[in-house]
């Protein structure tokens, strides 16, 4: 088949996140054991299992047409300007929050700033961003790239050290204190420039992020509707916060309306009381697997 869609789907952390955010979105993918070759349910695709530490490389050079990897990973790997972003889609594996690069010092530490690193050494997967960040600050130190466990380096294998985190509570366990944020980081949709100037190929990322996007913004979201008599409705409206204006449809009988809307799933036990005494009834509540603006 010509028309087909190369896109990396980031392995490790991220990997079962990914999956069932594109379930969420009608896009079933099957890993099998020991593949880097995983089926979705589309022909048009092709996924390619891909460290979301390299993705950004694969899609520079025109090996993947596009994938999903971290803004720290685009900056890590030089690609800004050499990749086409497309969209942000912020998940990660402990929250919805961005991920934040932070410089970590034990406790006791002296250092406080920037400054304070010079002639120091600091551990780091991210050695690029480390030392662009610290030129920024004109420090000089030794950086040193760290293949994990990074956080039970210092003090006696590193003076510092600069990791990922959502929490801060790994860090915390481990007796270090934050310094400053050096990088904000969130999940981005990134493409080979070529490949998001080809019209097939394009369209095809487009509706893909459609769908993405809507089964985000569906999560936490429910749908309620109910019954209303027409005089009851501005007061059961008053008591809906909705995403839009609440959905109002004719019902066979003249005197009463349909009443359709959306809103946080954990506001639902709050407001239902409330619509019961404005006189909304027959209210049901029910799951949304995407909301498309």
């Known amino acids: 088949m010509d028309n087909v869609l190369k896109l990396g789907i980031p392995a490790g952390s991220l990997q079962e996140a990914t999956a069932d955010l594109f379930r969420k979105a009608g896009y079933k993918i099957t890993f099998a054991s020991r593949s880097y070759y995983p089926t979705v349910d589309d022909p048009e695709i092709h996924c390619t299992l891909i460290r979301a530490q390299e993705m950004a490389r694969y899609v520079r050079d025109g090996s993947l047409d596009c994938g999903l990897t971290g803004f720290d990973w685009v900056v890590e790997n030089g690609a800004e300007g050499h990749v086409t972003e497309l969209a942000e889609l912020v998940f990660s594996k402990v929250s919805r929050r961005p991920v934040r690069w932070v410089l970590a010092v034990p406790n006791d530490s002296p250092v406080r700033e920037p400054k304070d690193l010079q002639g120091k050494r600091i551990a780091t997967e991210v050695v690029n961003i480390t030392r662009n960040w610290l030129a920024s600050h004109g420090v000089t130190a030794q950086v040193e790239f760290s293949w994990g466990a990074t956080e039970v380096k210092p003090p006696k294998l590193a ?54 996007k809507g089964a985000m913004a569906a999560e936490g979201k429910v749908g309620l509707m109910m019954n209303v008599r027409k005089g009851d409705v501005e007061r059961v409206i008053g008591v809906l916060p909705a995403l839009q204006k609440p959905t109002l449809s004719a019902l066979s009988d003249p005197e009463w309306v349909d009443v359709m809307t959306i809103l946080d799933e954990n506001t639902v036990r709050h407001i239902v009381p409330r619509l019961k005494a404005a006189g909304a009834c027959g209210i049901v509540e029910f799951p949304l697997s995407k909301v498309i603006d």
Do not use: H, Q, Y
């Open 159 to 212: 003076d510092a050290i600069v990791e990922v985190t959502e929490t801060g509570s790994s860090l915390k366990a481990n007796n270090l204190r934050i310094v400053c944020d050096i990088l904000t980081s969130t999940t981005r949709f990134i493409a080979n420039p070529a490949a998001a100037a080809d019209p097939w190929k394009r369209e095809k990322m487009d509706d893909l992020i459609l769908m993405l």
